[in-house]
């Protein structure tokens, strides 16, 4: 196979994020390819498959399950993927303002951190004004979001329903630690990767993709390779999970023989417009968030 996939150059777009390439000088997961594009896009099936902020516990747990994630995936990836990039009032003005429609506050939210947002988000509409998802480290993926949750000055409904479960909760203790969130946000993108792909004959070879892979490459390279903070965590090794014959859900890797250098170009191209834009790092984290979510249709 030659022609590049706009889904797998997601996947490789997002991996190339979480390359560092000041402290870890290796990627934390491995991306397999060989995604197969769809043939038909729903804006309504869409919208019923990605998780809102607005989700409780249950709901969530629901959300991933259907997608055959576990409660470990949900709170590593809902609340990991809300340690970079900001947030639109209208989708936490509830819990300032309204939150069961009685012109209420949310009682679970931190007094002071709701009287910060409210001094930025000043009314329940607000659809234009953002605050960043993490106040002290924006710009950085790191566990600092788990540490802001504990204090009960998560961003959104969904993040605070985090603490309403025992099992969540515990999670949530674990993940503040930078090693552990790093070894489990790896393996839990691998999982979320792997949502029901289309490999073999299911789905579509596109043979004009030129465009559309230049425009989400267009993005890859405007991406930020983050400095972490301390040592990052050794990538997991074992029996069968390297070399080019490792396959997985119909992905392999090496699945592009004609250019099998694909992984490193993308890593070098990153790697040389780090600094162009650091605010499209989180952008690709959401957009790959929601590729994976949303069925591929045949």
Request: charged share 20%.
């Amino acid at each position: 196979m030659s022609t590049l996939q706009p889904v797998d150059t997601y996947a490789m777009s997002e991996w190339v994020q979480h390359v560092t390439k000041n402290n870890f000088n290796t990627s934390l997961w491995e991306v397999l390819t060989g995604r197969r594009d769809g043939t038909i896009s729903r804006q309504s099936e869409a919208q019923a498959n990605i998780p809102t902020p607005f989700f409780n516990f249950a709901t969530l747990k629901k959300s991933f399950a259907s997608k055959g994630l576990t409660v470990h995936d949900l709170v590593v990836l809902s609340a990991g993927g809300h340690t970079i990039g900001v947030g639109h009032c209208n989708f936490f003005s509830n819990r300032l303002y309204n939150f069961t429609g009685k012109g209420d506050q949310d009682p679970s939210l931190d007094p002071t951190y709701a009287a910060t947002l409210k001094s930025q988000c000043k009314t329940l509409t607000d659809n234009t004004t953002f605050v960043p998802m993490d106040p002290g480290t924006p710009l950085s993926f790191d566990a600092n979001y788990y540490k802001i949750v504990k204090l009960n000055q998560g961003l959104f409904q969904s993040d605070a329903a985090l603490l309403t479960n025992k099992g969540a909760s515990n999670i949530v203790d674990e993940l503040t630690n930078s090693n552990k969130f790093f070894t489990e946000f790896a393996q839990s993108m691998k999982r979320m990767g792997a949502i029901e792909v289309l490999t073999g004959s299911a789905g579509e070879i596109r043979k004009k993709t030129l465009y559309a892979s230049l425009l989400v490459l267009l993005l890859t390279v405007s991406v930020v390779a983050q400095d972490w903070n301390g040592h990052g965590p050794e990538p997991r090794k074992g029996k069968g999970d390297h070399g080019p014959n490792k396959k997985e859900n119909g992905l392999k890797m090496m699945f592009y023989e004609r250019c099998s250098h694909v992984e490193t170009i993308v890593r070098d191209i990153t790697w040389s417009k780090v600094a162009d834009d650091s605010t499209l790092a989180a952008k690709l984290l959401r957009l790959h968030y929601h590729d994976c979510f949303v069925r591929v249709s045949e």
